[in-house]
């Protein structure tokens, strides 16, 4: 992408707006700010401006992008929504009076059943993490949190110490769009936790780190999501299992509503938004629907 780009002043003041007023993500700023810049490259080159351009020029680019790019369905969808979104600033500012992308038809995801884990192979990976250093103590409690209240792995890292409440079991965390919610923990997570505050994180923090971050790592500095996730495939690869730290989350969602409980209160487990987003774990396996059907058919089941 060009310099010039980079430096135009609708570009700026959209990315302050997300931020600012819209309340994105730091993440969804950086991903709409790095496709706006590819789209007003695109503008540059072929002699278009923001106030003149076209849908059918704005088709045109998403179909360059889709065809050099290779970019899949979901990151078409994701560079609609960063046009459509900045056309509605451009009418905000007064550039110009309509939206160019708001009649571009997002593709259809292909929606995938999450990995899950059954409880066995979630109790045999967690028992494969040496506990006998202050790092594995630590790695211990992190993914024993992770998978006892079903926690993003950014939320997981950027917990602060004061952010555990012990005695009503309770996390409080910052998800996606930094929105605050509580996550609830069980009491085994709260073994581990304690251990690792009591035992291991001063140890840790000896070693240079400052601040009040809840995981560290051995400089004493907060653990970043890439640790989390190169700790994490290490003891995966020792339980004899190919799953992703993501799976921990998976496998809490699936448990819960397989043990039982109801969708509202997994989406609010959750922290998630739509509810839509939280049905995907009510599939069931092939051996559950068996299961099922031989309980409460049994003459069938025959």
């Not at 024993?144 to 009503?168: K, T």
């Not at 290490?234 to 998976?250: D, E, I, K, M, N």
Request: glycine content about 10%; overall charge positive.
């Amino acid at each position: 992408m060009t310099a010039q780009a980079k430096s135009l002043p609708e570009l700026e003041r959209f990315c302050t707006r997300l931020a600012a007023v819209e309340r994105r993500s730091h993440q969804t700023v950086v991903t709409y700010r790095l496709e706006l810049c590819r789209f007003l490259d695109y503008l540059g080159g072929n002699g278009l401006e923001i106030r003149s351009v076209t849908p059918d020029d704005v088709a045109a680019y998403l179909g360059g992008r889709r065809e050099t790019d290779h970019i899949s369905s979901r990151s078409t969808a994701k560079a609609i929504s960063c046009l459509r979104s900045f056309f509605r600033f451009a009418i905000a500012e007064g550039i110009r009076a309509d939206n160019p992308a708001a009649f571009l038809e997002s593709p259809k995801r292909n929606v995938s059943l999450p990995e899950t884990m059954d409880r066995e192979t979630v109790e045999r990976l967690l028992a494969a993490i040496p506990a006998d250093s202050p790092l594995g103590l630590r790695d211990r409690a992190l993914f024993e949190l992770i998978y006892s209240s079903g926690l993003r792995i950014s939320e997981a890292a950027g917990l602060n110490v004061r952010d555990i409440d012990f005695r009503e079991g309770i996390a409080r965390v910052r998800g996606k769009g930094s929105k605050e919610r509580l996550a609830v923990f069980g009491g085994e997570a709260a073994a581990w936790l304690k251990r690792y505050i009591e035992e291991a994180r001063p140890a840790l923090v000896n070693g240079g780190g400052r601040g009040n971050a809840l995981f560290v790592g051995r400089t004493g500095r907060r653990l970043s999501r890439k640790g989390i996730w190169k700790n994490y495939a290490r003891y995966a690869a020792l339980a004899g299992t190919g799953s992703r730290v993501h799976t921990l989350r998976h496998s809490f969602a699936t448990a819960l509503l397989n043990g039982g409980s109801d969708l509202r209160t997994v989406q609010a487990l959750l922290g998630h938004a739509d509810l839509t987003t939280t049905q995907i774990y009510t599939h069931v396996d092939n051996g559950l629907l068996k299961e099922s059907h031989r309980k409460y058919l049994p003459k069938l089941g025959k």
